[in-house]
């Protein structure tokens, strides 16, 4: 890769308020090409709001930069259709709605394009083949499980540059969720650049190429994923 290439994201002083209340102060950092870079933090750190500000879900102050382009002013949708996709946490399925009926929503940039279309569902049955079984299937049905590798794979229907994601593995058994990082790891590996909020540090840690700790709404350590060999090390940064 070219060495002046620009990062797929940049973030600089990026900072955002729910009322009064600052929760994310500012912040900055940088996701590469086909990097995948883990947020870890204790809850109430502000992590989730600052990926919320990444997409400007929640407004703030700051700049935001996608493949060297200031992309601080566009809207939500306008960034989404740059590539800058993102899974929230609770997955946000339309529950009465099918499998299909859901992918086929998170491809709506495509317009009629069937073979757009058709590339990305291969895609996404390829990853989890359980939803290819449960196509008919409502949402609401499904397992949670399940319900996650849906909201990737909708995610995936509307052919991310950047996807985010909002704490994959909460509330999924052990083995679910190592099925879920290893799955963002294959596409990582792949080339997809991904931005990845995770309370379960071991398994964030084992794809990461670069970790960023948040703590009380602000950034306290940036490392090599492979710096961090323990909890304890971990719960270290968290107290700053």
């Known amino acids: 890769m070219d060495a002046a290439a620009p990062n797929l994201l940049d973030v600089d002083d990026l900072s955002a308020h729910y009322g009064h ?28 709001t600052l990926l919320r500000a990444i997409t400007r879900l929640t407004p703030g102050g700051g700049r935001v930069s996608f493949r060297g382009r200031d992309i601080t002013r566009l809207p939500t949708h306008r960034r989404a259709e740059l590539g800058i996709i993102m899974v929230p946490e609770g997955r946000g399925l339309f529950g009465q709605m099918s499998v299909r009926e859901n992918l086929i929503l998170g491809a709506y940039q495509a317009g009629n394009d069937q073979a757009v279309i058709k590339q990305r569902l291969d895609q996404v049955f390829s990853l989890f083949p359980r ?8 949402s609401s049905s499904l397992s949670g499980g399940e319900q996650q590798m849906l909201a990737i794979g909708r995610a995936l229907m509307a052919g991310p540059k950047l996807l985010m994601l909002d704490e ?11 099925e879920i990082i290893e799955t963002l790891g294959k596409l990582n ?8 909020v995770e309370q379960k540090a071991p398994l964030a840690l084992k794809l990461a190429q670069r970790v960023y700790v948040l703590s009380l709404g602000r950034i306290v350590a940036e490392l090599p ?16």
Do not use: F
Not at 131 to 138: D, G
Not at 227 to 234: D, M, Y
């Open 225 to 240: 994923a492979s710096e961090i060999r323990s909890h304890h090390e971990l719960a270290r940064y968290y107290l700053h």
């Open 21 to 48: 209340v600052q929760a994310l102060k500012p912040t900055s950092l940088r996701v590469a090409e086909g990097e995948l870079v883990t947020i870890l933090g204790p809850n109430g750190a502000g992590k989730s």
């Open 168 to 178: 994959p593995s909460l509330g999924l058994a052990p083995k679910v969720s190592v």
């Open 189 to 196: 590996r792949q080339g997809l650049g991904i931005l990845l």
């Open 131 to 138: 939803l290819a079984e449960r196509i008919e299937q409502m």
